[in-house]
């Protein structure tokens, strides 16, 4: 068996995460090379492990992405986090619909493809503002991350800059989501392995504010209602798939006074944050991980 940390060509062997898990994985005796996910899918054996960790910049090539990740289904290699739940994961409008029943961020669809003007397309944008009841929105894709084609759009607001963006890219399926003021003011993330909430992250995202380093958060510390919500996901993760993600980190934001909403669902390639968090629970994350390809 051989463990392969599927990274991206543009990160490969430059992040502290995943150097530290192979480090960890080869002092066990085992093999443990981090390559990239398209060299993963043409060498790796049945036999093999492979653990999505960095493979940021996946939503540019998702068609080839998900194409990677079907070659390696096909071979029987085991995947961490588990195929049905990277299929899954992909697409933010899809996943977030499903968790309506928990306390989800409100989540509408936006469709451009039919558009020529950009008066269509205001309009498109204004019957969101009119469902999610709120002037200003956060417009993104539904296959996306670390800020990408992320925009404000506050309907009082000139939005000619946006509205062009969003003509030129209109192929692309976006979603829109109520602004929460309280994103100037940081996330906070749980981190969940093989079901067991271990640690939350205080985070601060950057994307309409400076970036400032995130801070780790004891789980017991973390708000009663985030700890409820994470109670009610699990229920929904195990009657939905049958067994829970290995890796999983869950984003909330606070609404005003009401309390915390769940922003994301990160289980395709979750930064755990390890550069922030004690050695002790590093240390703990890996031995988990870890125990679950050695069965």
């Known amino acids: 068996m051989k463990i392969y940390i599927a990274s991206s060509e543009k990160y490969l ?15 066990k005796g085992f093999p443990c090379e981090i390559s990239t996910l398209d060299d993963i899918a043409k060498i790796s054996k049945p036999s093999d492990v492979v653990i999505l960790k960095s493979v940021w910049g996946y939503h540019l090539h998702h068609r080839e ?3 990677n990740i079907s070659v390696l289904k096909k071979k029987n290699i085991k995947l961490i986090n588990d195929y049905q739940f990277i299929f899954w994961n992909i ?41 999610l009841n709120t ?23 000139d939005n000619k800059a946006t509205i062009a963006l969003l003509k030129k890219n209109k192929q692309v399926n976006f979603v829109a ?27 601060f995202p950057g994307i309409f504010s400076e970036k400032l380093d995130p801070k780790y958060v004891r789980f017991n510390s973390l708000p009663g209602g985030i700890r409820q919500e994470v109670d009610i996901l699990k229920i929904f993760l195990l009657k939905k798939f049958g067994t829970f ?26 930064d755990l944050f390890f550069r922030h968090i004690p050695g002790r629970m590093r240390e703990k994350v890996t031995s988990m991980i870890y125990k679950t390809f050695i069965v």
């Open 245 to 270: 993600p290995n890796i999983c980190r869950v984003d909330f934001l606070k609404i005003s006074n009401i309390g915390y909403e769940i922003s994301e669902v990160e289980v395709i390639d979750p």
């Open 177 to 203: 989501q109520p602004y929460r003021p309280d994103i100037l003011t940081g996330e906070l993330s749980a981190v969940i392995i093989n079901g067991i909430p271990l640690y939350g992250v205080k985070r």
């Open 13 to 27: 062997g430059k992040i502290k995460e995943d150097i530290y898990i192979r480090d960890t994985y080869r002092s």
């Open 65 to 67: 992405f998900l194409k």
């Open 91 to 131: 697409d933010k409008y899809k996943y977030l619909s499903e968790l309506k029943h928990i306390n989800a961020v409100p989540t509408a669809l936006l469709n451009f493809k039919n558009t020529e003007t950009a008066s269509e397309i205001r309009n498109i944008i204004l019957l969101a503002n009119k469902k």
């Open 135 to 157: 002037d200003i929105l956060v417009i993104k894709p539904c296959i996306s991350e670390s800020g990408y084609l992320t925009f404000k759009y506050d309907k009082t607001k």
